[in-house]
């Protein structure tokens, strides 16, 4: 009899540890799905790793649970800050260089990346449907009417200066490519609408 209810014991602790694993191995998949919907909604980008890179230093859009309305606010605030930093870069530069046309080029360039961010930069709290609608319309016409810091600064001189204010340019035109294609798999619909297209400044 003790033998029976020893082994009855044994057989429901078996069975307890078994139910445990299964429990733990689906949690386990669980996130593993909400890591590869991201690697899957970034592949559909044109610049997958730079997407997976910056998304995923975001603790909204790391999340399993994350939304495709997630991934885009986050892909928003990546290439926001990437903006912000080419811009104080460049800014920082001006005051340091000497050639002309190298302060034109930093200059020129500043003065589009921060036309860009009062598009991106989203005040505090959530970014709202009309920001989102705002920001799309703008990545819309960057995407066939884009600056070119590469034209702006073709004349000066192959220094260090220009050389990391362009990394940092691509850097950030390459992140507002991807907030473009996650915006349109979040938002199919908006911006689609009549309207007048954001103005963009013009240059003498």
């Not at 903006?83 to 360039?109: I, P």
């Not at 703008?138 to 600064?153: G, Y």
């Not at 619909?189 to 954001?198: C, L, V």
Request: hydrophobic content about 40%; glycine content about 6%; some cysteine.
């Amino acid at each position: 009899m003790e033998a029976r209810s020893a082994m009855s014991w044994y057989c429901s602790s078996l069975l307890a540890i078994v139910v445990a694993l299964f429990l733990s191995a689906s949690l386990g998949t669980g996130a593993g799905a909400g890591g590869a919907d991201l690697k899957g909604s970034c592949a559909e980008t044109p610049h997958p790793e730079v997407c997976v890179s910056a998304l995923q230093k975001d603790a909204t859009a790391s999340k399993p649970a994350a939304t495709p309305r997630d991934l885009a606010e986050a892909a928003v605030r990546a290439a926001a800050d990437a903006g912000a930093a080419a811009g104080d870069y460049a800014r920082k530069e001006m005051d340091v260089v000497k050639e002309n046309v190298m302060w034109q080029c930093l200059n020129e360039c500043a003065e589009d990346i921060e036309e860009a961010l009062d598009h991106l930069d989203d005040s505090e709290g959530g970014i709202d449907d009309a920001k989102l609608k705002e920001v799309k319309l703008f990545l819309d016409t960057a995407e066939h009417d884009a600056w070119n810091c590469d034209q702006s600064c073709k004349g000066a001189p192959n220094i260090p200066v220009k050389t990391a204010l362009l990394a940092k340019n691509k850097d950030f035109e390459k992140l507002m490519t991807v907030t473009l294609a996650l915006l349109k798999r979040a938002c199919p619909g908006a911006g689609d609408a009549p309207g007048p297209a954001p103005a963009k400044s013009s240059k003498p």
